[in-house]
């Protein structure tokens, strides 16, 4: 089946490494630690007491009083993601468009802060229900798609995809399906989360999920290092503007990249852990290749899930040995969230913004805070250790997994 070509015109960020586009891509290339104990609540009783928080941010700057009421933090990081995007798209909304122009946004856990704080002002009182009117707006995790629908003027495809770590990464890929099925000629894609509150972390922490290192938070996150004992949270968004690739050529808008395939499958294996062998991220990551019509030897960097958990990151790599065989030793890997932490339903969009700036710039970003490579993986594997690499690249591929068994793997191709 001959699909219509999807391209990115434009992207926006705000997360833990930076404000804007520039500003993440700039770290990321340094090799930056976005991690700090933690300034949103008390968390000295907690197992874990740091993250990757945004730095320097006031909605003052973005909103007036009157529309931040309507919004939970990660409907404020999503608005402002997208905004970047769309101004660096250029792309005019005209009415006779509107209808071909979409969205499809993603999160894990969406308003959980709201629905935490209005949850813990009704059991501090006298037990007469004083709830806000913007409770359910704020906490529900479709509204952000909706929220901005309504500033653009778009009315295509419209829906909120939630699927734990998986989210974005599932969001951008039936973004890129509406564009190729012919149902919308231009889609904004993203996700965002604002997860560093008192009940996720409390949570995590009960998993045992999270990394415990307090005396030394900005070495924390160290996918497949020997010593890693968990992930470390993140916040933010990334937003992506999909365009049909004749409509962008039409109105002359830069391009970044081609979205040139993608992957989906499940484990079926267990409700947290990943497959042991990796055997669904293979699946994944081989029906992006065959959706894009490239083999392994065409790839040239692998944006890893890579959370620092001991059993995913040595699963993942697994899975690419399996597909990859002796081609793997000539790509170059990294775990982005080594530096802005794991952002949940969000992670896979500012790790698909990586694999745009190693192609746009040519430069492939590091795994940082690795100490000792774990001896289960294999140490001639290129993990782009501590610094930044520079090359040519023309093909990468962003792999993100998520509780239930949900994988999910995008690949960008330079034009």
Not at 262 to 272: E, F, K, P
Not at 319 to 340: C, P, Q, R, W
Request: charged content about 20%; overall charge negative.
């Amino acid at each position: 089946m001959n699909f219509r070509r999807v391209v990115v015109t434009g992207i926006g960020t705000i997360n833990p490494l930076g404000n804007n586009v520039l500003e993440y891509f700039d770290a990321l290339e340094k090799g930056v630690s976005a991690a700090a104990p933690i300034t949103y609540f008390d968390a000295h009783n907690f197992k874990t007491r740091f993250a990757c928080e945004i730095k320097n941010y006031d909605w003052a700057h973005y909103f007036d009083r009157k529309e931040v009421r309507k919004y939970d933090r990660f409907a404020q990081y999503a608005m402002v993601a997208v905004a970047e995007a769309m101004q660096d798209s250029g792309l005019e909304v005209i009415e006779s468009e509107a209808d071909r122009m979409g969205v499809i946004w993603s999160t894990g856990i969406g308003g959980l802060t709201s629905f935490f704080e209005e949850v813990m002002d009704y059991s501090a009182g006298d037990g007469t229900p004083r709830f806000s009117p913007f409770f359910v707006p704020r906490m529900i995790p479709d509204l952000p798609a909706g929220y901005i629908s309504i500033k653009y003027g778009l009315k295509g495809p419209n829906y909120c995809v939630s699927s734990a770590c998986a989210s974005s990464n599932h969001g951008m890929i039936s973004a890129l399906d509406q564009i190729r099925c012919g149902r919308a000629d231009v889609m904004i894609a993203g996700g965002s989360e604002a997860c560093i509150n008192i009940p996720t972390v409390g949570g995590f922490n009960s998993m045992m999920a999270l990394s415990t290192r307090n005396d030394d938070p900005a070495t924390a996150s160290r996918p497949f290092d020997k010593n890693r004992d968990g992930f470390v949270l993140g916040e933010g968004a990334a937003a992506i503007i999909l365009e049909e690739y004749e409509h962008a050529k039409a109105r002359g808008a830069k391009i970044y990249c081609e979205f040139a395939g993608a992957g989906m499958s499940a484990d079926a294996h267990h409700m947290t852990a990943p497959h042991p062998e990796g055997l669904g991220a293979v699946k994944s990551m081989k029906d992006a290749l065959d959706d894009a019509g490239l083999s392994t030897s065409d790839i040239d960097y692998i944006n890893v899930h890579g959370t620092s958990t001991p059993l995913g990151d040595v699963a993942e790599i697994k899975a690419i040995e399996h597909l990859f065989g002796e081609d793997i030793y000539g790509v170059n890997i990294s775990a982005t969230k080594s530096m802005t932490g794991h952002l949940l339903g969000a992670a896979a969009a500012i790790e698909a913004l990586a694999c745009i700036c190693a192609i746009e710039r040519g430069v492939v970003p590091p795994t940082i805070n690795v100490e000792e490579v774990d001896p289960a993986i294999d140490s001639k594997l290129n993990l782009t250790l501590g610094k930044a690499q520079y090359r040519q690249v023309r093909t990468a591929l962003s792999n993100t997994f998520g509780f239930g068994g949900h994988n999910s793997t995008v690949l960008f191709r330079k034009l």
